[in-house]
């Protein structure tokens, strides 16, 4: 039905469409019976509103401002598009008991040295995360990680593979509590330069396994676009 009126499906995410009319673009991004459109041409957004609308049973609430979790603010003063979770964070806090919590510092140290063996000694507790579901926490990070922030993804990566041994848990949780209105912005440019930055830390917290850790991160306008986290399958033998 949306191919009818000229939209066209991405290739890479099946539930991003486009449309273009000679300069003028419209995107339909769709999440079940949730659509979000945007374009750089106010007719041709009414015109593919006025087309859903008469095609589907559906409501128009206006100009974006929560979506899925995701908050979204602009300034349009000064070129700025902001995504941030704040709300979800403070539900995800008060789900493990920790809406109170201390303020954390960091994800993750780097003398937090994690294995599958449940008798290996660490200098976290174990015992502190003990009545916090770990798999049920590392599901509503993954959440946050994927679309709002980046500096979560190396942790909840981590701690995914190490649910038997989730020392690092709670500090994740006590971060949040101090970075939830953390944002990513993006913000309005002359020329679009897309920059990618990537590291490894070289088999830095697993004393079983020798494989390292490698991640990237790709900027764009400002603010982050593109974010991984992945344990190799081969182990290096040095730093080229």
């Not at 020329?191 to 790709?218: M, Q």
């Amino acid at each position: 039905m949306i191919s009818s009126f000229s939209f066209s499906e991405n290739i890479v995410d099946e539930c991003v469409y486009v449309k273009t009319v000679g300069n003028n673009f419209i995107f339909l991004i769709l999440y079940v019976n949730d659509i979000l459109l945007t374009s750089n041409n106010i007719r041709l957004l009414k015109n593919s509103k006025t087309f859903l609308s008469s095609n589907f049973d559906m409501k128009d609430l206006g100009e974006a401002s929560y979506v899925l979790g995701i908050e979204i603010y602009r300034d349009r003063a000064h070129g700025l598009l902001v995504l941030y979770q704040q709300n979800y964070i403070l539900k995800v806090l008060k789900q493990f008991r920790m809406e109170t919590c201390a303020f954390g510092e960091a994800r993750m140290f780097k003398r937090d040295k994690l294995s599958k063996n449940k008798n290996f000694k660490n200098r976290g507790k174990n015992s502190d995360m003990d009545s916090k579901p770990c798999a049920r926490l590392i599901g509503s990070l993954m959440y946050t990680q994927v679309y709002i922030r980046p500096d979560l993804v190396f942790s909840v990566n981590i701690l995914s593979r190490f649910q038997s041994n989730p020392i690092v848990g709670k500090k994740v949780l006590r971060y949040l509590q101090k970075t939830k209105s953390h944002m990513l912005v993006y913000r309005h440019v002359k020329e679009l330069k897309l920059v990618g930055y990537t590291d490894s830390d070289f088999a830095g917290h697993y004393p079983d396994s020798k494989k390292s850790t490698s991640g990237y991160v790709f900027m764009l306008v400002g603010g982050a676009v593109a974010w991984k986290t992945m344990k190799r399958s081969l182990i290096s033998i040095s730093t080229m």
